[in-house]
């Protein structure tokens, strides 16, 4: 059975500590007395189930393994208006935006480079239909045939 060491401080947050490292496999490692939660395992930012990061205020973020990561929707959610799309630790988005603020404005990035508008929409059809791309290829199901398309 592991033994967590528990510290609870008079201001009222809580950290759990395993080896010497925030970690906590049932639930937040660090809550604070103003309602924030991390989520922590061997003393990285971590969560498969959910954010790794839940702030009082209801922003939200989601890390595994100490990288922002999300892979079906933003990894940072701000209340705010504010998203941002990460994956493995860089900014990156495949279909819009990897930067999204209220007021409209809007940044590209794949695998954590920054594109303009018009640089992205080029390298996004150029990886379309490149030649590992399925996009365009025709395949036969049951007698029928069906052109590709990615999305």
């Known amino acids: ?6 510290k609870v401080y008079a201001y009222g947050n809580t950290e759990w500590y395993l080896n010497g490292k925030l970690h906590r496999e049932d639930g937040p490692a660090y809550e604070g007395a103003n309602g924030d939660k991390d989520w922590y ?33 933003p990894a940072i959610e701000g209340v705010n208006g504010y998203k941002a799309w990460w994956v493995n630790g860089k900014l990156h988005r495949e279909d ?18 920054h594109y ?20 365009g290829k025709v395949v036969e199901i049951d007698g029928k045939k069906y052109k590709l398309t990615e999305i």
């Open 116 to 135: 303009t508008e018009e640089e992205y929409k080029k390298e996004i059809s150029k990886r379309k239909n490149s030649k590992d791309s399925c996009n």
């Open 96 to 113: 819009g935006p990897a930067k999204e603020y209220a007021n409209g404005t809007k940044y590209w990035y794949l695998n954590g480079k």
């Open 1 to 6: 059975m592991k033994e967590y060491k528990v």
């Open 41 to 73: 395992l061997n003393g990285k930012l971590h969560r498969e189930d959910g954010p790794a990061v839940e702030y009082a205020n209801g922003n939200k973020e989601w890390y595994l393994n100490g990288k922002r990561h999300r892979e079906d929707g």
